[in-house]
């Protein structure tokens, strides 16, 4: 094959891949920075290449296969264990935006499910005299999340605590975000097999009707505010009146639900009230 981009795109097209000559393309950069850092005595790119390419035909997510994925217009180190950030999910943060007083404001965040950690990193990114707690039930996932507050210089700010995450947080929060599991069960399986083979279950699955997440956290999120807290939750493309009236009865005044780039509600926006 004179072009081994051009071969390792119709190898990913053949395999199902959606933008087949991007990706390609990428993980040939990627080839290249690995060749470059690697020992190796002779010209392995395209062996290197053609490895990246195997992984990605067999449907492994881009971002596990390079490492990281941008949220925010911030880098996080991604893999195996951790659910990749979406773009969608910055919703939240500019839900965020909009509920504070001030970008000064001293915020105490409280991220529920972290994962990443990429919530709460663009979320203390974005207030500069906030600090937050990233709870996770996942110690593979928290490892990410550690490496990516050493990456973006936050050990001050930000602490990782590994629990069941509806279990003990010292409460007094002024704002909880949350991007938990809310796919249906029965769902998982039409997940796109990048989704549903590689990602972490723990991280999509929300029960039988994708709302156990929510119904655990209805009762359990006005206990952690202050009053007058804010709560910015992620929720599934049909989930908003369903997840409005649990947080309703949780003693949280719903405030908006708000839609995502492709008009899709996407969060709700909810306050504890007095
Ligand atoms: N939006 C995710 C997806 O692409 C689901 C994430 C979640 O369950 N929180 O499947």
């Known amino acids: 094959m004179s072009d081994p981009v051009a071969g390792g795109a119709q190898r990913l097209r053949d395999a199902g891949v959606d933008n087949p000559r991007l990706d390609a393309r990428l ?9 470059r850092s690697a020992l190796v005595a002779y010209d392995r790119r395209d062996h290197i290449f053609n490895k990246l390419i195997a992984r990605r035909a067999a449907r492994e997510p881009l971002a596990y296969i390079t490492g990281h994925k941008e949220f925010w217009s911030l880098d996080f180190e991604v893999g195996t264990g951790c659910l990749i950030p979406r773009p969608d999910t910055e919703t939240l943060i500019e839900e965020l935006r909009r ?8 915020l105490s965040i409280l991220d529920l499910g972290t994962g990443s950690g990429c919530i709460l990193i663009a979320a203390l990114s974005e207030c500069p005299n906030a600090h937050g707690v990233g709870i996770d039930s996942s110690s593979e996932a928290l490892g990410w999340a550690a490496r990516n507050v050493r990456a973006h210089r936050l050990e001050d700010r930000a602490s990782l605590i590994q629990t069941a995450w509806l279990e003990e947080a010292s409460p007094g929060f002024d704002v ?3 991007n938990p ?10 997940l796109e097999p990048e989704v549903r083979d590689h990602e972490p279950r723990a991280a999509l699955d929300g029960g039988p009707d994708g709302l156990d997440a929510y119904r655990a956290l209805s009762t359990r999120i006005g206990p952690l505010l202050r009053p007058g807290g804010h709560a910015l939750l992620e929720i599934g493309s049909c989930q908003a009146s369903a997840v409005i009236a649990l947080m309703a009865a949780g003693n949280l005044e719903v405030l908006r639900t708000v839609k995502d780039l492709a008009q899709i509600p996407r969060a709700i926006v909810a306050r504890r009230n007095q």
């Open 27 to 35: 993980l040939w950069e990627h080839a290249q920075r690995i060749q």
């Open 176 to 178: 909880v975000l949350s």
């Open 99 to 106: 509920i504070v007083p001030g970008k000064a404001a001293p």
């Open 181 to 190: 599991p809310y796919v249906a069960s029965g769902d998982i399986a039409t």
